[in-house]
Structure formats: structure tokens, C-alpha cells
């Protein structure tokens, strides 16, 4: 992450905080829940939200460890799906970047890539996303809370103090940092070079040094495409015995899905 990109992120979440607070605070509504609390188990919550607006959020490890989720809206159902090649605490935001895009975007999309590694991009619609998944994920007021708390028992270290916010949020490195700059803790007022540079291995070692849960840098590798692949078959041979579909049709189907279940894999 570069200084002029990240400054870049500070002025767009500066402007548009208020609105982007109403946004979470209404997504929280639909979700019913109270928005003063923060989200423990984010997949939980996202996921039937999801589900009432018309989308199954799925699971699947992909080759490709650049892509952090796909998002496609077909006629009657959308699809997120999420991939667990990612540490969880990738999938986390990326779950929350997408509840944006589905919920909030202006724009339309019908078939959408995200990039899970380099989170923050030039187009607004995702600075928007990042900060709505910074908001849901980090709530302020619970934040600036357990900030002063890890910023003592961190012996005022900035840099412990991200990873204990990391490990306490489940949220990646560079959101939580970029949650401390937004607003405005006056130990972000000069990032070091070290803090901006970052590299797994390194935050692996500095997770293990505090005595945190390494476990949030792993990829889960959850796999769902086995229960979804059962789940088409049985309804698929229930619409063939009511004749609304050939046994034909339903054969294409689940060959179509396993052809791209197997490019996602890289098989």
C-alpha cells in the first residue's frame, strides 16, 4: 500500500462517512439487529441476509488465490461465492464488501470479480464497499473502545495493537489499520514504512509472539459445492417426475456446474 493511495482512502471515507453510516445502519435493520452491536459470527449474519434478498452465499477454495469472491445475478437467483484458498479474515471482509455491492450499489451488475490481496481500488463503488465492510465489520463506537484497551496492554504500540484489533475483529491487516486512520487515533498520525509493507509471514510471526489465534491467517478451504451439487440433483429429480424438467436438461445442469467447479479448482 502506497502513502497517495492510502491518502486517497482517508479523504474518501471522510466525505462520505454519514452516508455510509446510514448505509450500515440500515443493512443492520434488515438484518434485525440492534445497530450498536458488533457483528460476532459476520458470516452468519450476511449469509441470511443474503438468502431474504435473493442470493446463496457459497464456499468454494480456488487455485486462483488473487480472486477473493465471484458475484453473479442470474434471472431469479444471485450467487456469491467466496473463496477459502484466503486466511478467514480475507473472506470475512470480502463477504462484507459484497453485502455492499448487493445491498447498495447504484450500478447494476450482473457478473462481478473481486480481487481479494490488493482490497483497495481506484473505482468509488469500491472504496464505498471497503468502507461499508470497515463500518459492519468495526463498528465505531466499539472500536475506539477496545483500541484504548489493546493500545494499553500494548504498551502504546501501534503495530500490537493492529494485531490484537485484528485478532479481536477477525478482520485483515490493512482494514484494521485503515479503520485506525479514519478515525483519526493520534498514534496513526505517522505511519512507519513497516506498517504500510507487510508480508503473511510477518504478521504470522508477530500473531505468534503476542500468543494470538494464528488460526484466522489460515485458509479454512471449506468446500460447499458438494452439498449444493446434492441439493440441485434432488430437486432436479423431483421437477423431472413432475415433468417441468427432461432428465436431459437436469444431466447438463450438473455437468455445467462440475466443469466449473473444476476451473475454480484448477483441475
Known sequence: MNVERLRKIIEYSDSNRET???KVKDFYTFAGMSSDKEVLNVMQIVRSSF?????????????????GALCYKGDAL?????NTSLPKVNVNFAVCHEAYHVFYQENTFRSKVEFADNLYYEQEEEFAANLFASMLLMPESGFRFMYNKFREESAHSLKDTIFRLMNYYQAPYMAVLIRCLE????????????LLNTDREWIRDCFIKLWLDCSILEATKKDDYFRLEALVEHVGTECVKDSYLSERTLG?????????YSELKGE
Open 78 to 82: 444471485g450467487y456469491i461465492v467466496l
Open 183 to 194: 478515525l483519526g487515533f493520534p498514534d496513526t498520525e505517522c505511519i512507519s514504512d513497516e
Open 20 to 22: 455510509m453510516d446510514a
Open 51 to 67: 438468502r431474504k434478498k435473493g442470493y446463496l452465499v457459497l464456499e468454494i477454495p480456488f487455485q486462483d488465490e488473487e480472486i
Open 252 to 260: 447438463k445442469v450438473l455437468q455445467n456446474m462440475k466443469k466449473l
